[in-house]
């Protein structure tokens, strides 16, 4: 008899930037009424779960991943009813939901860090943060020379309650964004509090932001060169060789610290402790990428985000070896891999590998691996990154490096619903980042019309992945030899998969007759020959 099929090993998990989703009070800004209202366009996707961004009481300074509050609602994206009821409405749709969990640091705003701040250097309530007095004679000097990741020191002097000039707080992010002492037990404490608290209301899981990062070492000792660390730990900075990059990231002292591991061990028996096969999904980027794979041994967490596959480009050769080291990456730790193509964080996968054609081939290629896939809202419609007004840009790390960084916003663009309303049927206030002219093309209810749209394809993928064991699942893949850009696979029981990345049409030899779904016409398959157009991924049905 076949085990019990646990539902987020191969699942479908459709990301949600609730900000940007759908605004359903005018205000501009998208709220969880706005995620409630777009549950049915979620359901007729076919996704199998949504994680939400966080929408925790926050002053917003970036994008509500700095936490004032875990367990209330912040009153721009609504309230805890509404979370509730958004809950309630997904599973009434058959669609589990994941939440969006902070460990690395509160925000500014948090009860916590405002009596830190009240309270005298040496004091319990500083002792849930990093404070530490600064260097020299005068201790202006920060305590150590890191670099946040957004740029600029990772350390802020305080003023004290006395107005004099005082101790420094760290945050490896905006200064709005102290970072935790995981050493403090109030602080595991109260996160045991906040998983509880979400749980209990139904979620079905959560997305771990910054896993990596909750534990620092060395504190007291200055990096050797802390910008060409941040640099190095830039998913998309190229200007570096292998060589540098491995050697700056093989220790990161606040980055994969052993430490780390002991928090999510307690975690996954807080999971385990609830019915309905909860689950966890880690954001840790770790060098080398074999070391993600200790983030999902059987007694920590359950994913962790496949960083490495998100950033390559569109090449057979360099993607297949990929999935190989990443499946072989997890086999001893049995849990399956993930396939993400981007989030709210990276360009979007249409304008990073720069043609629609391919991000759709690439799609459907991700969708045919063992393990489960991300998709990022938007990503569906075949949305590019949008061009911004640098006047429009709100990202801290774009304020941060001087503009040097142009950010995220790019990504973070709202959702074009209805090519007949105003601001695309987003909303009907001015949406907090301004839409593109040029997105009715890629509104909703235009691709829903088009049988070759984006969102059409997407659907039919997701469809055929359902009701289809090779498509996902944890069968193995069988490679078959081909040339270097073309990549060949079957699944068991009864799928082929081939992938043509280079500009020209390819014959292959195949053994599957039927084509279950080509990511662009002009496919046939006869004879046992494959004619495959350029940029293109096809599945057979052997
Ligand atoms: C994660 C989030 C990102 C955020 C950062 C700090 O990387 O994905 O959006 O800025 O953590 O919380």
Known sequence: MSEKKIWWRDAVIYQVYPRSFKDSNGDGEGDLGGVIAGIPYLADLGVDAIWLSPFYKSPNKDGGYDVSDPRDVDPRFGTLDEAKKLIDTAHAHGIKFIADIVPNHFSTEHAWFKAALASPKGSPERARFHFYDGRGPNGDTPPNNWISIFRGPSWTRVTEPDGSAGQWYLHL????????????????????????????????????????????????????????????????????????????????PFFDREGVHDIYRKWRKIFDSYSGDRMSVAEAFVYPSSRAARY????????????????????????????????????????????????????????????????????????????????????????????????????????????????????????????????????????????????????????????????????????????????????????????????HFTREPGLEVVVNTSSVEKSVKVSGKKILLASHEGTNATDGVLQLPADTTVWLER
């Open 173 to 252: 992010f905006d200064s709005s964004q102290p970072d935790l002492n995981w050493a403090n037990p109030d602080v595991e404490e109260d996160f045991e509090k906040t998983l509880r608290f979400w749980l209990d209301l139904g979620a079905d899981g959560f997305r771990i932001d910054v896993a990596h990062g909750c534990v620092k070492d060395k504190i007291d000792v200055d990096h050797r060169d802390p910008n060409r660390l941040i640099d190095a730990l830039r998913l998309d900075f190229l200007d570096i060789t292998t060589e540098e990059r491995a050697g700056l990231l093989s220790d990161v």
């Open 296 to 487: 999902v041994r059987s007694d920590e967490l359950h994913q962790v985000f496949n960083f490495n596959f998100m950033m390559l480009g569109w090449d057979a050769k360099i993607m297949s070896e990929s999935i190989k080291t990443t499946l072989e990456e997890l086999k001893d730790v049995k849990a399956p891999a993930t396939w993400v193509l981007n989030n709210h964080d990276t360009p979007r996968v249409v304008t990073r590998i720069g043609s629609p054609r391919k991000a759709r081939a690439l799609a459907q290629l991700i969708h045919s691996l063992p393990g489960g896939v991300y998709i990022y809202q938007g990503e569906e419609l075949g949305l590019p990154s949008a061009d911004l007004p640098d006047a429009a840009r709100q990202d801290p790390a774009f304020i941060r490096s001087g503009g040097s960084d142009k950010g995220r916003d790019e990504c973070r663009v709202p959702l074009p619903w209805d090519s007949t309303q105003p601001h695309y049927g987003y909303g009907t206030g001015t949406p907090w980042l301004p839409q593109p002219a040029d997105w009715a093309q890629y509104c909703m209810n235009v691709e829903a019309a088009d049988p070759a749209s984006s969102l059409n394809f997407y659907k039919q993928m997701l469809q055929l992945r359902r009701g289809n064991a090779s498509l996902g699942g944890e069968g193995a893949i069988t490679w078959i030899d081909s040339e270097p850009e073309v990549m």
